[in-house]
């Protein structure tokens, strides 16, 4: 049974950092593209950051260029989110995704399975 669990989302002030984590079981991590994405009310959902299967390639959205930062650990099957200098508009319900194509994705609709979410707040 595939499954993502997010943890590590908290209430942060701006200017701080925190690190997501994406724990995956049912599948070989390294097989698997991992995207992250969040959704804030009343936006659309945003692709964050993703990591590509095998060679590790990364993209990110260009709002998060340069603060955020996504790594991938195969032997503890979990893909990290690292955030830093965080705004107000980082406030976000932050969700990872796998898909099984090669390269990278912004698209919600090349990945196949979701977690549930965990919740960043940035607020002083």
């Known amino acids: 049974q595939v499954q993502l669990v997010e943890s590590g989302g908290a209430l942060v002030q701006p200017g701080g950092s925190l690190r997501l984590s994406c724990a995956v079981s049912?599948?070989?991590?390294?097989?698997?593209?991992i995207g992250w994405f969040r959704q804030a009310p009343g936006k659309e959902r945003e692709g964050v950051a993703c990591?590509?299967?095998?060679?590790?390639?990364?993209y990110y959205a260009d709002s998060v260029k340069g603060r955020f930062s996504i790594s991938r650990d195969n032997a503890k099957n979990t893909v990290y989110l690292q955030m830093n200098s965080l705004k107000p508009e980082d406030a976000a319900v932050y969700y990872c995704?796998?898909?099984?194509?090669?390269?990278?994705?912004?698209?919600?609709?090349?990945?196949?399975?979701w977690g549930q979410g965990t919740q960043v707040t940035v607020s002083s």
């Open positions: 049912g599948f070989t991590l390294d097989y698997y593209a």
């Open positions: 995704a796998s898909g099984s194509f090669g390269g990278v994705s912004s698209d919600a609709d090349s990945y196949s399975y």
């Open positions: 990591i590509s299967r095998r060679d590790g390639r990364t």
